[in-house]
């Protein structure tokens, strides 16, 4: 079997930014909350009737593709990881397909909310490895902001998140030391309405809930909103941040180990940790909990607050640019999110 690597990264952001002044003149929180709990200074909105989480898709693979010094002909399997498609259903991926042209080519859409990317860069390294697929694109795209609460009854999840999109493209290699080493995936679905978008969805009306958490009395309701829905407005995403958080933190350093005892290898020995950026108190509390020098961790949400699936590959491809992922260094991603979902990958780049 061969390994995958990363032939090619791109990313592209909005380029509209929001700050947490522009926030403070629709809802009432201030910067300085902001900053001290999250670090986010600001984040970039997608523009209304123009852009979309798979339009934004589209321009990253572009530059992916471009890097990986093929063209959009060669892609033969496409995966998108979003939490905010274009669409109830379809996927992003065939809306990604049909922009680029690409039509006729296998196209996967998963639904691994901040831990997309880590478990898409798994499925992709499967086929790869495989030798099932050449040219794998995989694209983390979100677009937060058309579907945020902007009362200041939503902010202490609108204040987080932005939009913005990063795409990788994978291909075999020989060389059986560099390329993707390993990957590790986890969930915990006990925890599956601590961060939750719960509707339109067809629960039905289920208790679907632990005794433990409990769930929210939800109305019957489908693929569409009750009118009661409307009333309570429970239509957008609530997050029980302090539950976040505490898991966040022990999970994180969790699985980034697990990568590093897999391969034999120490937290000494990382070049580079790119943890899904979900906050920078909780990346800081990552890197002392493992002694990493400041060198060693990526951080970027300051400027973009929390994408996502985008996360990873924009903070990747920034780190890249920027002359800090180089030929032979060893990267660590790891994520957490909704779910609770979990993963980690080592890479020889
Ligand atoms: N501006 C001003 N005040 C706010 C805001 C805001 N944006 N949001 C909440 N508050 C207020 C609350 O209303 C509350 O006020 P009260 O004391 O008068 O009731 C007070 O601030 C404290 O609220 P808490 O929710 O207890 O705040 P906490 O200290 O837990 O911080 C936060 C909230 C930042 C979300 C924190 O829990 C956290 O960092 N959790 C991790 C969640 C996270 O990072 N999620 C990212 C997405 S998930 C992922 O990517 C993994």
Same mark, same amino acid.
Request: net charge negative; with cysteine; hydrophobic share 40%.
């Given at each position: 079997?061969?390994?995958?690597?990363?032939?090619?990264?791109?990313?592209?952001?909005?380029?509209?930014?929001?700050?947490?002044?522009?926030?403070?003149?629709?809802?009432?929180?201030?910067?300085?909350?902001?900053?001290?709990?999250?670090?986010?200074?600001?984040?970039?909105?997608?523009?209304?009737?123009?852009?979309?989480?798979?339009?934004?898709?589209?321009?990253?693979?572009?530059?992916?593709?471009?890097?990986?010094?093929?063209?959009?002909?060669?892609?033969?399997?496409?995966?998108?990881?979003?939490?905010?498609?274009?669409?109830?259903?379809?996927?992003?991926?065939?809306?990604?397909?049909?922009?680029?042209?690409?039509?006729?080519?296998?196209?996967?859409?998963?639904?691994?909310?901040?831990?997309?990317?880590?478990?898409?860069?798994?499925?992709?390294?499967?086929?790869?490895?495989?030798?099932?697929?050449?040219?794998?694109?995989?694209?983390?795209?979100?677009?937060?902001?058309?579907?945020? @609460?902007?009362?200041?009854? &939503?902010?202490?999840? !609108?204040?987080?998140?932005? +939009? =913005?999109?990063? *795409?990788?493209? #994978?291909?075999?290699? @020989?060389?059986?030391?560099? &390329?993707?080493?390993? !990957?590790?995936?986890?969930? +915990? =679905?006990?925890? *599956?309405?601590? #961060?939750?978008?719960?509707?339109?969805?067809?629960? &039905?009306?289920?208790?679907?809930?632990?005794?433990?958490? =409990?769930?929210?009395?939800?109305?019957?309701?489908?693929?569409?909103?009750?009118?009661?829905?409307?009333?309570?407005?429970?239509?957008?995403?609530?997050?029980?941040?302090?539950?976040?958080?505490?898991?966040?933190?022990?999970?994180?350093?969790?699985?980034?180990?697990?990568?590093?005892?897999?391969?034999?290898?120490?937290?000494?020995?990382?070049?580079?940790?790119?943890?899904?950026?979900?906050?920078?108190?909780?990346?800081?509390?990552?890197?002392?909990?493992?002694?990493?020098?400041?060198?060693?961790?990526?951080?970027?949400?300051?400027?973009?607050?929390?994408?996502?699936?985008?996360?990873?590959?924009?903070?990747?491809?920034?780190?890249?640019?920027?002359?800090?992922?180089?030929?032979?260094?060893?990267?660590?991603?790891?994520?957490?999110?909704?779910?609770?979902?979990?993963?980690?990958?080592?890479?020889?780049?």
């Amino acid at each position: 079997m061969k390994n995958a690597k990363i032939a090619g990264i791109g990313y592209y952001v909005p380029e509209k930014i929001v700050t947490n002044n522009d926030l403070t003149k629709v809802m009432d929180t201030s910067d300085e909350w902001i900053q001290e709990r999250t670090g986010i200074k600001e984040r970039r909105y997608a523009e209304k009737h123009k852009e979309s989480t798979s339009t934004l898709g589209v321009k990253a693979a572009e530059i992916a593709i471009e890097r990986a010094g093929i063209t959009a002909a060669d892609v033969d399997f496409i995966i998108f990881a979003t939490l905010s498609p274009d669409y109830y259903f379809p996927g992003c991926a065939v809306l990604l397909q049909r922009q680029m042209g690409i039509q006729g080519i296998g196209a996967l859409d998963i639904r691994n909310q901040c831990s997309g990317f880590v478990y898409g860069l798994s499925i992709a390294d499967q086929f790869v490895k495989t030798g099932m697929y050449k040219n794998v694109l995989l694209v983390g795209s979100e677009v937060h902001s058309f579907g945020l @609460d902007f009362s200041t009854k &939503g902010r202490n999840v !609108t204040v987080i998140f932005g +939009d =913005g999109a990063g *795409a990788v493209v #994978l291909q075999p290699t @020989d060389d059986k030391k560099s &390329g993707i080493l390993s !990957t590790h995936l986890h969930a +915990d =679905g006990d925890y *599956a309405e601590k #961060l939750a978008y719960l509707n339109p969805g067809c629960h &039905g009306g289920v208790h679907l809930g632990t005794e433990e958490f =409990g769930y929210p009395d939800q109305e019957f309701g489908g693929a569409y909103l009750t009118e009661k829905m409307w009333q309570d407005e429970q239509y957008y995403p609530n997050m029980e941040g302090q539950a976040v958080f505490k898991m966040a933190v022990q999970k994180f350093p969790e699985v980034i180990m697990e990568a590093l005892q897999t391969n034999g290898l120490e937290t000494k020995d990382v070049d580079m940790l790119i943890p899904h950026q979900a906050n920078l108190r909780i990346s800081q509390f990552v890197q002392k909990r493992l002694g990493l020098r400041d060198d060693q961790v990526w951080n970027n949400i300051q400027k973009y607050g929390n994408t996502t699936a985008a996360s990873i590959p924009i903070a990747l491809c920034e780190a890249w640019e920027a002359g800090k992922v180089k030929d032979g260094d060893l990267v660590c991603m790891a994520a957490f999110g909704s779910g609770f979902t979990w993963g980690s990958a080592l890479i020889r780049w």
